[in-house]
């Protein structure tokens, strides 16, 4: 009988063994980094104009798509008040942390929720408006030919992408958005296994690998006078690609029936105090070479 996953516990093996025993095995509690929380805030806010965009197209089919699209979406006060509540909830419910920052916990906290209420608002005027979903936080369940495991997992965004010339044929995308204090390096989406991830389980529910997989940054240091922007970064996967992330999840999960749980995070980027909630407990990392 094939064992079940959700896509995020796969993720979560794959980024770092050590940071998924703690979490899933031992079921340590650990609240969530404010730069973690930031994350969160700003794609509940995606999601939810989004879902607005969806709806908006079926009641007006007449109307100018480009219209619909900017128009269903909430205005800036909304999305910084959605925000706001947002970050305040999730704060209540499990708590938020800020380690290995030079500031105060309070200060540090304080000014991340006052990113993520900018971020949501530039996301809601000068990102969201040129983005067509066909679909928010699709759930899909899967099952990989070449592994024995049953995947649940849930699609970010799915979209509508402009055609490489006009009148050429429509493109289909995969999109995750993310949020960071500084611009994330070219070859991100390349790389990048969440995307092929996305790649596995959106090709085995639809039978064709989509044109586009794309992360959208929204950049802001709030330590910075600078306002938020946006960087996308698009790529493409191939089937040699999702064979490959099914050689992995083979390997990650014989290596966690095994009982064998690698620190393989350590130095990525997701292996920092800001991203890690295990991070100030850690015995992988040498906390005094890590900077934020
Ligand atoms: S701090 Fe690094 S090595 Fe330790 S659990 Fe987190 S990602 Fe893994």
Known sequence: MRSRWSHSRLTKLLRCGEAYRRDEEEKELAPPTSGMVRGTVVHAIAAEG?????????KRPDDPKSMVLRESLPDEEEAADLAASRFDWEQKQS????PGEEEPEKVVIGRDKDSSIRMS???????????????????????PQDANIRISGILDLITNEPPLVP?????????????????????????????SMYALLDTL???????VFALDFVVEDGRLLRPPYKVSLESTRTQEDIDVMIERLNNAIEGAAAGVFLANGVGTWQCSPRWCQW??????????????
Do not use: M, N
């Open 95 to 98: 708590g938020i942390v800020a």
């Open 279 to 292: 991070w100030t407990t850690c015995k992988f990392v040498s906390k005094a070479r890590v900077k934020t």
């Open 205 to 211: 529910q639809t039978g064709k690998i989509a044109d």
């Open 167 to 195: 009148g050429g044929p429509p493109r289909r995308g995969v999109r995750d958005y993310k949020t960071s204090r500084k611009a994330p390096s070219e070859g991100e989406a390349d790389t990048s296994g969440q995307l």
């Open 50 to 58: 989004h879902e607005r965009q969806i709806k908006g197209k079926a």
């Open 121 to 143: 608002r530039h996301l809601v005027t000068t990102v969201a408006p040129y983005v067509d979903p066909i679909a928010v936080e699709a759930k899909l369940v899967v099952e």
